[in-house]
């Protein structure tokens, strides 16, 4: 019987150096799995993982679009015990390889069906197929650093379990050198928290691809819709970009709030999942603007509409996705508050594509200085940091100082009080109306500030405010 591989004495951790390994190295001979022929013999194992934890790994695999660039090339189908889990996670890391995202609801369903029709997944596995996404779906995918953490060690100690037996030639060789370079690079495997390095002149090939696609339309941008086809296509991203902060800017009762209300309805209405998150206005208040909204009934008048309100509103909800609203006194929700309510809905197996935050000027810092500039500062940092962690669009609003509100157009030097909420945003589009556009119901969006694209572009608009729409309509664009 060929004697078992047994671990080295190195630190999993922390840095080896030559000199520890190469003493290590020398001594392993006599562990190592020899076979007859004297090829030295490897086997791949199932996670150690319990089936909980399996179950967990799976979920976030598929749904989560930031776990998988933090763990990209360290998660195997065989590595699950579950050979429906281990289907599904296959089709996601090969969506998430070609496309780098996750595949949703839709397309998971479709990638199932393509596999049954072409043979890959077997006809018998769909029903323990079907059962396993629904669970996964629902799952709770919270904790992911801790995740990423465990499954970059298992990971790494079946890198260094295959090292040893690659490096057993060498080291009868006495080819310290070669076998220390073998060691040393799974001694790097792990997760890539830093975001990893991307090749840029190898990856143009992926670049042509995602592009040819969407010119042909068989692959659309990842933008979340703004509920206005125009508006949208003036966009980067065809919608609020992922990884990204837009901010609206306004003078005093300009209309913020209203339009974040609007556009948190539309995403949701699209089929995303969305938080609007409230710190002036009562929970109740954005309720009601939002039946009135959505029922295309005057405010004032859903108490004698009552039933038409209601039917309308569940109309739509057949068709979208969660639109979740929390919140707090003003001055009282921090960026650090903000990530724990994400991973609270997280552990109810909810991820958000959209947070709508009314709004980052009265948001507390995590940690108060005694500079005002640089609590602003944090508090728009934060917010722009959960965006790129969560891969989520991030939508907010700020005032502007006196002269903006009085100038005819808000332009980005008319932001109150700090600059950095402009150099911190990707997009920065104001809110500008006159007296006589008020009394019309028009308004004008003026593209302030643009990190990705064209900006000083102005979207003339159409308001009814007494059904709380900030948008009814697109009249024209200018440049």
Not at 85 to 111: C, G, H, Q, W
Not at 326 to 344: Q, V
Request: negative net charge; aromatic residues 8%.
């Amino acid at each position: 019987m060929p004697s078992k591989v047994s671990w080295l004495s190195l630190d999993m951790t922390g840095e080896a150096t030559e000199e520890t390994l190469a003493e290590d190295i020398a001594t392993m001979m006599g562990s190592v799995s020899i076979t007859k022929e004297g090829e030295p013999t490897g086997e791949l194992v199932n996670y150690e993982f319990d089936d909980a934890f399996q179950s967990k790994i799976a979920a976030m695999t598929v749904r989560d679009v930031v776990f998988n660039q933090q763990t990209e090339g360290l998660i195997r189908p065989e590595y699950f015990e579950n050979q429906a889990e281990a289907t599904l996670v296959n089709l996601s890391l090969e969506y998430f390889e070609k496309y780098k995202r996750v595949p949703d609801n839709v397309i998971m369903t479709s990638l199932i069906k393509k596999g049954l029709v072409n043979k890959s997944i077997r006809e018998d596995m769909k029903a323990d197929i079907i059962i396993a996404f629904k669970k996964m779906s629902v799952a709770n995918i919270a904790d992911r650093e801790f995740v990423v953490d465990e499954v970059s060690t298992f990971a790494r100690h079946q890198a260094m379990g295959q090292a040893i037996l690659d490096s057993v030639d060498f080291i009868e060789k006495r080819d310290f050198d070669h076998a220390f370079e073998i060691i040393k690079r799974a001694m790097d495997v792990g997760s890539d928290k830093d975001g990893g390095l991307y090749d840029y002149f190898e990856e143009i090939d992926t670049r042509t691809t995602r592009r040819k696609e969407e010119v042909a339309g068989t692959r659309k941008k990842d933008g979340i819709t703004t509920g206005m086809k125009k508006l949208d296509a003036l966009l980067y991203h065809h919608g609020w970009g992922r990884k990204e902060l837009t901010v609206f800017m306004g003078a005093p009762k300009s209309g913020k709030s209203t339009g974040l209300g609007e556009f948190a309805k539309f995403g949701a209405l699209a089929g995303y999942n969305v938080l609007y998150v409230t710190l002036e206005v009562s929970r109740e208040i954005i309720s009601e603007r939002l039946d009135a909204n959505i029922s295309d009934i005057i405010v004032n008048d859903l108490s004698s509409n009552i039933m038409e309100a209601e039917k309308k509103v569940k109309i739509a909800q057949e068709r979208s996705g969660k639109l979740m609203m929390a919140e707090f006194p003003t001055g009282s929700m921090s960026p650090s508050m903000l990530r724990r309510i994400i991973s609270k809905y997280k552990a109810q197996g909810l991820i958000f594509d959209l947070i709508c935050v009314d709004y980052a000027d009265i948001m507390a810092p995590d940690i108060r200085s005694q500079s005002e500039i640089e609590n602003s500062k944090s508090i728009y940092i934060g917010l722009r940091a959960i965006a790129q962690e969560e891969n989520l669009a991030m939508l907010t609003a700020t005032q502007t100082n006196r002269e903006g509100a009085k100038s005819s157009v808000a332009r980005m030097e008319h932001v109150a009080e700090d600059f950095n909420r402009i150099r911190i945003a990707d997009l920065v589009i104001s809110i500008n109306a006159n007296e006589e556009e008020k009394k019309k119901g028009v308004a004008r969006l003026f593209f302030a500030a643009s990190r990705n694209q064209k900006g000083d572009i102005t979207v003339y608009i159409r308001q009814d405010f007494e059904r709380m729409q900030f948008v009814k309509e697109i009249i024209d664009r200018a440049e």
